[in-house]
């Protein structure tokens, strides 16, 4: 079994306090993905999709202030759900992903510089795991961020931030480029392949 994207919702970047937005998972062993990005080190509160709480791996802020944290959720709700975020009355957005056929989300690791032109962290992953991850740049006309080479971008096209993810390896590069001297923040984390452990499931994984 392999870890297989199955969909990505956007908020815009404002200064809207709380964003809502509506997001449909299917398949199973699914896990949900949250990379809020923000303008201040505001940390995001009141995070639930479908009504459940996610939970928080960490996050990065830059010289800045800007910020970049990762949530996730195992088994999110079938169907349509809403998914909910505080995260201040400064600049922020967030993107949502859900994939199928992962039962862990682990090896967060975020990374800030100064002034430069590309990001990278390098996380621990494996074959038939799925890195995620964003970056956030300070404030720019016109940066024309990049991900990097075999990710593909989960988030709208913007000048200031960005999600992506790939396929994993043992030490799975995670970058993004863009054309401004800019201070950064960027994050990532694995999603383990596996089935999940459940109350419906826990007999026929233990053979009986």
Not at 80 to 95: D, E, I, L, M
Not at 133 to 150: P, S
Not at 182 to 205: E, K, P
């Amino acid at each position: 079994m392999a870890v297989a994207f199955d969909a990505a919702t956007n908020t815009a970047f404002d200064t809207t306090d709380t964003k809502t937005t509506s997001h449909t998972a299917t398949g199973s062993d699914r896990v949900a993905i949250l990379i809020f990005r923000s303008a201040s080190t505001a940390a995001p509160t009141s995070v639930t999709y479908g009504g459940t709480a996610m939970t928080s791996l960490g996050s990065k802020t830059d010289a800045a202030g800007n910020n970049v944290e990762i949530l996730y959720l195992l088994s999110p709700a079938t169907g349509a759900q809403t998914v909910s975020c505080t995260g201040g009355t400064t600049g922020w957005t967030f993107t949502c992903c859900t994939y199928t056929g992962g039962n862990a989300v682990n090896n967060f690791l975020g990374a800030s510089g100064g002034v430069g032109t590309s990001s990278t962290v390098t996380i621990t992953s494996a074959t038939d795991n799925i890195v995620v991850g964003g970056v956030m740049l300070e404030t720019v006309a016109d940066a024309n961020i990049a991900a990097g080479a075999g990710q593909t971008l989960r988030s709208a096209a913007s000048n200031r931030h960005a999600s992506s993810d790939e396929a994993g390896e043992a030490s799975t590069v995670h970058s993004y480029s863009w054309v401004a001297s800019l201070l950064w923040t960027t994050a990532g984390c694995n999603i383990a392949a596996g089935i999940q452990v459940t109350a419906s499931n826990n007999w026929l994984l233990m053979g009986v």
